[in-house]
């Protein structure tokens, strides 16, 4: 298959070497030049004749402009594959423009990190046609391990930001709960020990606990360096929030997991560390 890919950053370019292994890659980024992928001079070249394009960009108004440049350069019945994690009105915008010029658009975001791009891991959030799904699995089970069809175009994007609200909801009564057990006098490993079995159970204290030294390993157990960065998880946090406003959906606990990470991420030294360590603002908190 010969594919374009336009975006190849830190998810970006893992991604693009995986699909290179078995396939005919031509890339483009305004900054990145890994090795291993040849390079077109602009996105329209990149895209030119292939018979998938895939992007990998950092928010909806550069997902709306690349858009404009390809999807005239872009074959008929050529698919425009989305990995980006964007709003839900910039997917669908999009998917509708490539019905004008005779494409198929999916968008797809993904979950499961640097990490999960570079070993072929990751799970894929795909919403657009069923026949451009069944086209671009095989990619799909190149790039990650897991990819789920949840209907209509932008219905990737709406999975992908109502899963990383119930994350990001749930990492905060995660570090709220350590840090009151402390208070408490009762020990983390103790803690663990009982919340992780029982009625407190979720994916933050079992599989990601913010706690170091406590549960399997995480980033809390490497200072914080960022498996999850904490500005990443305020960005999906956003995407929530406007998604809320959009469909006049009541959210008040994403509404207030969005507020902490930004406090956070602006205000409480918390760009650059992983979204657990919110754990570290809790335990700093003093009672005025």
């Known amino acids: 298959m010969k594919i374009g890919f336009i975006g190849l950053g830190n998810m970006g370019a893992p991604m693009a070497i995986n699909l290179a292994k078995d396939h005919d890659i031509t890339g483009f980024d305004t ?7 040849a390079m077109a001079p ?17 928010n909806g108004d550069i997902l709306r402009a690349v858009a404009d440049e390809i999807h005239p350069a872009m074959k008929p019945g050529a698919i425009h594959l989305d990995c980006s994690t964007v709003d839900v009105q910039s997917a669908r915008a999009v998917a509708t423009q490539a019905e004008t010029h005779r494409l198929a658009a999916i968008d797809a975001p993904v979950s499961g990190g640097i990490g999960g791009a570079t070993n072929g891991t990751l799970t894929f959030m795909a919403g657009g046609p069923d026949a451009a799904f069944a086209k671009v699995k095989p990619l799909f089970d190149i790039m990650g391990q ?16 109502c899963n990383n609200m119930i994350l990001g909801v749930t990492m905060i ?6 840090v009151l057990a402390d208070k408490l006098g009762l020990d983390r490993r103790a803690m663990f020990d009982v919340v992780s079995t029982s009625s407190g159970y979720s994916w933050t204290m079992n ?25 990443l998880m305020l960005k999906d946090l956003n995407l929530s929030q406007m998604a809320a406003e959009a469909a006049d959906a009541d959210t008040p606990m994403g509404q207030a997991a969005t507020a902490l990470y930004q406090q956070f991420v602006e205000s409480e030294d918390g760009k650059g560390k992983d979204f ?7 335990e700093s908190r003093r009672r005025g």
Do not use: W
């Open 276 to 282: 657990s360590a919110m754990l570290l603002r809790f």
């Open 173 to 178: 009564a995660t570090c709220e709960a350590f």
């Open 207 to 231: 599989a990601y606990c913010p706690a170091p030294g406590v549960g399997p390993q995480s980033p809390a157990d490497n200072n914080y360096q960022p498996g999850f960065a904490a500005e």
């Open 146 to 161: 897991k990819a789920v069809h949840c209907g209509a175009a932008g219905n990737g994007q709406a999975a992908k930001i």
């Open 42 to 58: 602009n996105a329209a070249a990149a895209a030119k004749d292939a018979d998938v394009v895939i992007t990998m960009l950092p």
């Open 31 to 37: 900054i990145a030049q890994p090795d291993g992928i």
